[in-house]
């Protein structure tokens, strides 16, 4: 079956560098959510979208945005990178508000 | 804001032994998840509780909703090499908005 496909899988950027992540839901997914993780650390939401519309928003810093296409894929779009940032970015989707929601393998960036 | 008490921290158990990790919370959740993440890979969803009360299995595993809706529980039995990984319960009610709210994670080694 299809997955949450996402890319990168690993990106290094150096500070005050942008960062662009891409995520592709499931097939006839209409959600998609993204999260951060640290090490050690549960995941940490930071914005979804339905519809390609932002439907929720979590503590996604403001040198962050992210937008859903009429394809239904994402972009995480990360300015002025910081050190702090440095962790795995997850994309999840699901049908509706959490039917099936599946995470992909997501995105480790580092920042240098 | 909506927190999940997950417990165990870890466990380092004997190969064949049995598990179980539960979670709580002061908040009410319509839907737990069960999620199993192994090093640099996304969370993967092992089980779905859609109902207090509600009792799912899938192959080894076993979680329950629990009725206040607070609570829920996941068993593994037979434990296996396989099983090492952590383990995130994680909770969604639309009233929080689209996000999950996960548990800190239970790290499971097993010693074969």
């Known amino acids: 079956a299809a997955g949450v496909i996402q890319s990168p899988r690993h990106l290094i950027k150096e500070k005050r560098e942008t960062a662009t992540l891409k995520c592709y839901p499931i097939?006839?997914?209409?959600?998609v959510y993204w999260y951060q993780q640290g090490p050690g650390q549960d995941p940490q939401f930071l914005i979804s979208f339905y519809e390609k519309m932002q439907s929720d928003k979590g503590s996604i810093p403001d040198r962050f945005s992210a937008q859903q296409f009429s394809d239904y894929h994402s972009e995480l779009n990360m300015s002025s990178l910081e050190l702090g940032d440095s962790a795995l970015y997850f994309c999840?989707?699901?049908?509706?508000?959490?039917?099936?929601?599946?995470f992909g393998s997501g995105t480790r960036l580092t920042v240098v | 804001g909506q927190q999940l008490n997950q417990s165990p921290q870890s466990m380092f158990i004997q190969e064949g032994e049995d598990v179980s990790m539960n979670c709580t919370s002061s908040?009410?959740?319509?839907?737990w998840l069960w999620y199993k993440q192994e090093p640099g890979e996304g969370p993967v969803l092992l089980i779905a509780l859609y109902k207090a009360g509600e009792l799912t299995s899938n192959g080894r595993l076993t979680a329950q909703f629990g009725i206040t809706r607070k609570d829920s529980f996941l068993n593994i039995s037979a434990s296996i090499p396989s099983d090492v990984g952590i383990y995130f319960c994680a909770g969604h009610h639309m009233e929080y908005g689209n996000k999950l709210v996960f548990g800190a994670g239970t790290i499971l080694r097993v010693k074969s």
């Open positions: 999840a989707s699901s049908f509706g508000s959490f039917y099936g929601y599946t």
């Open positions: 097939p006839r997914h209409d959600t």
């Open positions: 908040s009410i959740f319509n839907t």
